[in-house]
Each structure stands twice: as C-alpha cells, then as structure tokens.
C-alpha cells in the first residue's frame, strides 16, 4: 500500500507521447476523452515514452529562485479563457496563488459559481484536516441475546471474502469479519443466531434532493456501510440498498464458516449492552483519498463527507456534512462567505464556491505550513498525463507529469483545480472555472481551460 509521505513533493517532468481516446466521462467518473494536444478523436498507438530534445531540460526539482508568472501574463491567459468560443456565453473564474509566497498573482472573479467535482477539494481537505491521513474506519459485529449485528462504520470497500492487507480497495473484507465473529461465537458456545444490519451511524435521506434526475448512474445511496462501490463507479448499476447487500454478504459468510443464522436479515440498531465480537478495519484515509480523488467517485466522497460530520458531533445528513466541512474549513483558517454547499461531492448544480477558495486550499496543502494532511491531498490528486481523471489530459503537451489537479464536469460546468510547475520552476496554485455553458459544451469548456490557461502557465517562462 502506498505509504503517506509528509516531506515535500518533489515534481518532476513525466514526458509522454501519444495517446488514445475513451469513453466520455461526462460526471468525471471515468478518465476524460480530452486531451490538450489534439481535437483529433481518431485512435492513436499506445504511447512510447521518449526523453526531451536537445535544450529541453527535465525539471529536477522546484527552484525557490525561480520568478513568478507577472499580473500581466496571467490576465491574457484569462482573457483568453473568458473570450473563447468554445466557452460561449458562460462565466469564467481564474485564481492564481504562487505557492512560495502565498501570493495571489490573479483573482479575475469573486463571485462563487458551480463547482461541480472540484467541490470534492472541499470536503477532502476538511476530512483530512479533522480526521488526519491515518484514520481508518471499523466494521464491527456485536452480539445482544441471539442476534449479531453488523454495524456500519462508513468503510464502502469492502470485500465481500478476504481483504487485501496491501489494497486499498477491499482493504477489509466481510469473509474475515464473519470468520472471526464465527470464531467468537463458538468460544462462547454459540452455534445459532439472527443477524441484523445497523447502518444508523448515517441519518436523514439517503438521496440528495438537489441531484438532478438520471444521476443515480453516477452516485449510490449514501449508506455507512458497502461492497467495493468502485466496482460500479464506471458503470452505474449501484445496489438500490447497498448496506443491505453488504449485510447478506456478512450472513452469507457466516453460515458458511460454520453458524447457523435463522431467517433473513433485518435491520435495526445495535442494543446498547451489546458485546464486540469481532471487527476489522479499511485501509488509511489518505489511501481511500486518491481512490475518491483519482476516480472522482461521488459516493465515496459523500460518505467521506458523513464522517467528518461524525468526527464534528454534527448529524451525519447531507446537511450536517455540508455544515461541518464549511465549519473544518473556517476552523482552518480559510474564508467560507458566500460559498453554498448543498452535497460533498459536487453532483449538485446548486452548489457555488468561489475560485479563490478551492486555490487558497491549494495553495494552503502545497505550501510550508500544508503539513501531512497537505502533503496528503496533493499526492491523491489525478496527475496530467499519466493517471485518474487526467490520465488522457496533457498528453504530449506541457502540463503532462507537472499538472496536478482536481477535474470537474457537469452539463454546464467544468472546472480544474491544483497545481502546476512553469517552465520557470515556479510552482502555482490555481483555479479555473467555466460555469453556464449550453448543454453539450463540456468537451469544448474543457479543451478551452486547458489550452487558453493551464496548458500556457505550464510551459510559459512568463516573468516578465
């Protein structure tokens, strides 16, 4: 499992050439069908690394001498975005933060506008920021008279066997659990039992009012308890209950290691004298984070959302998360006025924040004072050119292996979130957001962040 490093990120130069074209990720949940190098949707050949040409030098490292983009160089990178054809009548957003210094080089908008899955930046920083990269999430079964319960703990990737002490994904698995507690049983002379679900660590409507109709291909309901969700998160098809899905699979094991369970499963809270029989844990938050993160899993990102709603004695809904993550967030220093927050992951239209925001938290995790849980959030983020949402972003251009960011695409708004090293050695922060383009134009928002903005800061030696 990869381990969370708390020293500085080192950014180095991934050169890639060549790339080919997937399915449309429209919500994010696949990697896009964009990349800055080309409109040409044609299929290429797998791409074969090549080392730069003679006079183009790899970056090594970040030079703290390095000069900052001027005011100046910045603004006609956002004229541009802003006078774009392919954006149409849609608001544009740039922010510009020098991570060194703190700086901001270029705020051209303070008005919050539709996030869509940088809102995701929100909750993760929140999350780990109150939570800490190691925390972990039990699954537990406890036993009251001749009933066993399954208590939900938020871990959503499970296994439905054995885990995988070296996976993230089904880091924990429901066949241990069931061995384990079967274990327990038998030491206690205990050969038959009911088994019940207890997923009321989560509390009002399991579905976000907001969420417009058809996101259910995109989005579970939101339970503290499932079956690897990500085996869904590219296809739709999500469980109508998955808490009770991971709760027959725990009776299922159950039986099979030796116990006999008596009639179906039902669902209530775990009595207050009940006894621990057995538990078993997920993989580290900072590892569930680059999954959530690289994958722009939506329900992952919810949950995440309810836990830090746990952690912050709030009710574990919808609003409740949404509350507590603008509370962590003030907590932590940053400005929160104006933003509305209606979900955690940003499949919301009526969600705004504001592009100084998401690069303030940027440039926060990425700067001298980011700490574990900044180093954190910027090695969980999808990488220009080589994985996640941007595995097909940046390919050939600059920006691949330097480009770290949070990509969002709804129907009518796009928005990129992260940090990028100029050609200059200079590492900024930033924000980009297209907001209220016509439906149909998120390929063509997209192609126009990347080639007007981020593609030119990436590769310019704009100091003056």
Request: net charge negative.
């Amino acid at each position: 499992m990869r381990k969370v490093h708390t020293a500085a990120l080192t950014v180095a130069t991934l050169v890639v050439a060549g790339a080919y074209y997937g399915l449309a990720d429209s919500l994010d949940i696949v990697p896009g069908p964009l990349t800055a190098a080309s409109q040409s949707y044609e299929t290429q050949p797998y791409p074969t690394p090549s080392i730069p040409p003679d006079g183009q030098d790899a970056l090594s490292g970040l030079d703290p001498d390095a000069p900052a983009p001027t005011a100046t160089s910045l603004s006609s990178l956002a004229n541009a975005l802003a006078s774009d054809s392919q954006v149409g009548g849609a608001t544009t957003a740039v922010t510009v933060i020098d991570v060194a210094t703190g700086e901001t080089l270029l705020d051209t908008s303070s008005t919050p506008l539709t996030p869509a899955s940088s809102n995701k930046i929100l909750t993760a920083s929140a999350a780990l920021s109150l939570l800490g990269p190691e925390h972990a999430l039990t699954t537990k079964a406890v036993v009251s008279g001749g009933t066993v319960t399954l208590v939900g703990g938020g871990d959503v990737l499970l296994a439905a066997d054995a885990g995988d002490p070296d996976a993230t994904v089904g880091h924990a698995g429901l066949g241990d659990l069931a061995r384990s507690t079967a274990q327990a049983l038998q030491a206690r002379g205990v050969t038959s039992v009911n088994v019940a679900l207890d997923d009321t660590l989560f509390t009002g409507p399991s579905w976000n009012s907001s969420w417009e109709g058809g996101n259910e291909a995109w989005v579970a309901q939101i339970q503290p308890i499932m079956l690897d969700v990500t085996a869904h998160s590219h296809t739709g098809g999500y469980p109508a209950d998955p808490a009770m899905e991971a709760a027959q699979t725990f009776s299922d094991q159950l039986a099979s290691a030796g116990v006999t369970v008596s009639g179906d499963v039902s669902r209530s809270a775990a009595p207050s004298d009940a006894t621990e029989l057995a538990s078993v844990a997920s993989a580290p938050l900072a590892d569930v984070l680059s999954v959530s993160l690289k994958a722009s899993d939506n329900t992952m990102t919810e949950v995440e959302g309810r836990m830090v709603a746990v952690a912050a004695g709030q009710e574990a809904s919808f609003e409740g998360a949404t509350k507590a993550v603008l509370a962590q967030l003030t907590a932590d220093g940053f400005q929160t006025g104006g933003v509305t927050m209606v979900d955690c992951s940003g499949l919301a239209t009526a969600d705004r924040v504001p592009s100084s925001l998401l690069a303030q938290i940027i440039a926060h995790s990425a700067g001298s004072d980011g700490g574990s849980a900044g180093r954190t959030l910027l090695a969980d983020l999808p990488v220009g050119g080589l994985d996640g949402t941007l595995e097909e972003r940046f390919v050939g251009v600059a920006g691949a292996g330097t480009v770290r960011a949070k990509t969002g695409s709804l129907d009518t708004a796009a928005s990129l979130t992260g940090t990028v090293v100029t050609a200059d050695g200079r590492q900024v922060a930033f924000a980009v957001i297209v907001d209220g383009f016509e439906g149909g134009g998120l390929t063509s928002a997209r192609t126009a962040i990347d080639d007007d903005v981020i593609v030119p800061l990436a590769g310019c030696g704009c100091s003056g």
